[in-house]
């Protein structure tokens, strides 16, 4: 079955870096495209980077030139670089494909995801 694992979360200071994990079993990992998605406190879950199975990105507005996400089809994980951390980044994190995982109940897969704090 599907299984996410997110690792690397923390509590860290403005301006310091971070880097997310997160493996991935269950899905035909080279052929998806793969993000990696946040939730802060009483905001809905945002899509902030993607990468397609051939490596090119895209990312959100607010991390553009701060976050690069990258993949390892061999070991089906991909990670997430954050790099210049503002308090407004702090947010559980979590890896999925995009779209999401969806069963056909149509409830989505989430994993535990990780948590960023950034605060001084």
């Known amino acids: 079955q599907v299984q996410l694992v997110e690792s690397g979360g923390g509590l860290v200071q403005p301006g310091e870096s971070l880097r997310l994990s997160c493996a991935a079993s269950g899905i035909i990992f080279n052929i998806v495209t793969m993000g990696w998605y946040r939730q802060a406190p009483g905001e809905e879950r945002e899509l902030v980077a993607q990468?397609?199975?051939?490596?090119?990105?895209n990312d959100a507005d607010s991390v553009k030139g701060r976050f690069t996400i990258a993949r390892d089809n061999a070991k089906n994980t991909v990670s997430l670089q954050m790099n210049s951390v503002k308090p407004e980044d702090t947010a559980v994190y979590y890896c999925?494909?995009?779209?999401?995982?969806?069963?056909?109940?149509?409830?989505?897969?989430w994993g535990a995801g990780t948590l960023v704090t950034v605060s001084s």
């Open positions: 999925n494909v995009v779209p999401p995982v969806t069963f056909r109940t149509g409830e989505q897969y």
């Open positions: 990468i397609a199975p051939l490596s090119s990105t």
